[in-house]
C-alpha cells in the first residue's frame, strides 16, 4: 500500500534511472494521442510530494500521478517482460536504457507550468513530512482546522500533513494510546506534534527499501496493530480490533485495552448502514514484495 516513505522510495529510485533520459516513445491507454507530445522530451527532474509523484520535463510540463491504494511504478530493461500484465499500464516510458511503467495509479496527469502552478489540490496539500520539519505552528493550525474530526480520519486528511496512510496512522496512533475516534479537539498541542513527529521517524525510518516495518523485535511482527485483526495485543494480549472511517470506510486498526476510548463522546466513524461498526477480522493475506515494483 503506498504511503509517504513509498512514494519518496520510488521518485529516489526513477531519478537514478531517469534523470537526463530522452523519452523516445511514450504510450498510454489512459492519455491517449496526448502521450505522443512526451516523445523526444528529457526528463530533468522528479520530485515526491506525499502521496504525489512529479517528472518535470525539459519543455516545463509535468507528468503527475497518484498511487492510490494499488498503483506502482515499475523499471526494467528495455525488451525485459513486465511483471505485471499489459493491460493494466496507465503509461509507459520508453527511454534509450530503460522503460518505466505506471500501473493503476489513481490519478495520472500530464501539467503545463501553469497548470502546476494552478493546481489546486497540490496547493492544498499540507507539509510533506518527509520533505523538512513543518513548523509547529503550521501543523497546529491546521489540525485545528479540523477539530470536528476524529483523529483516525485527520492524519489520512493530506491537507493537513501529506504522507500518511493507513499504516502509519493506525501504527502512530497505538504508540501514542489515543483511540482513533477521538476528536481532534480533545487532543492537546503536545499530542497532535507527537503524532506528526513519530509519524515522520517511522516513515524516515522506513526509506531504505527493506520491508515495512514498526516494530524491531526478533519474533518477526512488523506491525504492533496494523493487519493483525483478530491477533492478540503485543502489549496486553487483547484481540487487535479493526474499524472503518469515513465516507471510504478506511480501515483502522487499534487495541481496546491500550487505546481506551476518551472519557467525552467519540466521533462516530460513517458507516453505511449495511457495515458494523467493529469488524474484527482474523485473517490477514500476507502480500508478497517483487523485485521491480517500487510500492
Request: glycine letters at 8%; hydrophobic letters at 35%; aromatic letters at 6%.
Given at each position: ?15 537514478s ?21 512526451l ?10 510530494r506525499?502521496?504525489h509523484?512529479?517528472?518535470?520535463l525539459?519543455?516545463r510540463?509535468?507528468?503527475?500521478s497518484h ?6 511504478w ?5 525488451g525485459?517482460p ?5 493491460h493494466?499500464?496507465a ?24 497548470a502546476l ?18 513548523t ?9 482546522q479540523?477539530n470536528n474530526?476524529a483523529?483516525?480520519?485527520a492524519?489520512?486528511?493530506?491537507t ?15 504508540n501514542?494510546?489515543i ?37 524491531y523485535?526478533?519474533?518477526g ?28 470506510g478506511?480501515?483502522?486498526?487499534f487495541c481496546p485495552q ?7 463522546p ?18 490477514q ?8 515494483n517500487?510500492?
Open positions: 500500500m503506498p504511503e509517504g516513505d513509498t512514494i519518496h522510495r520510488a521518485a529516489t529510485r526513477l531519478k534511472v531517469l534523470n537526463g533520459q530522452t523519452i523516445n516513445k511514450a504510450d498510454s491507454a489512459w492519455l491517449g494521442p496526448l502521450a505522443s507530445s516523445d523526444g522530451h528529457t526528463v530533468e527532474s522528479i520530485q515526491a506525499g502521496k509523484l512529479l517528472m518535470f525539459d519543455d510540463r509535468a507528468i503527475h498511487m492510490g491504494m494499488t498503483g506502482s515499475h523499471i526494467y530493461r528495455p525485459e513486465w511483471q505485471k500484465p499489459a493494466r499500464a503509461i509507459t516510458l520508453n527511454c534509450p536504457a530503460v522503460c518505466v511503467v505506471c500501473f493503476t495509479p489513481k490519478l495520472l496527469e500530464i501539467l503545463s507550468e501553469s502552478r494552478r493546481h489546486d489540490y497540490l496547493n492544498r496539500l499540507g507539509p510533506d513530512l518527509l520533505a523538512g520539519k513543518p509547529d505552528e503550521e501543523v497546529l493550525s491546521r489540525f485545528r479540523a474530526s483523529i483516525g480520519m492524519v489520512l486528511n493530506q493537513i500533513v501529506s504522507g500518511i496512510g493507513n499504516v502509519y496512522k493506525s501504527e502512530v496512533l497505538f501514542l494510546k483511540h482513533p475516534l477521538t476528536p481532534v479537539s480533545q487532543l492537546s498541542d503536545e499530542q497532535l506534534l507527537s503524532i506528526v513527529s513519530i509519524a515522520t521517524q517511522m516513515m524516515e525510518r522506513n526509506l531504505d527499501g527493506r520491508p515495512r516495518t514498526t516494530r523485535t526478533l519474533d511482527g512488523r506491525y504492533y496493530t496494523y493487519g493483525r485483526g483478530g491477533k492478540p495485543c503485543y502489549t496486553c494480549g487483547t484481540p487487535i480490533l479493526v474499524i472503518r472511517q469515513g465516507d471510504a478506511r480501515t483502522t486498526y491500550c487505546q481506551p476510548p476518551s472519557p467525552i467519540t466521533v462516530a466513524p460513517q458507516l453505511e448502514d449495511t457495515k458494523p461498526l467493529v469488524e474484527v477480522i482474523t485473517k493475506k500476507d502480500r508478497n514484495t517483487e523485485d521491480h517500487l510500492e
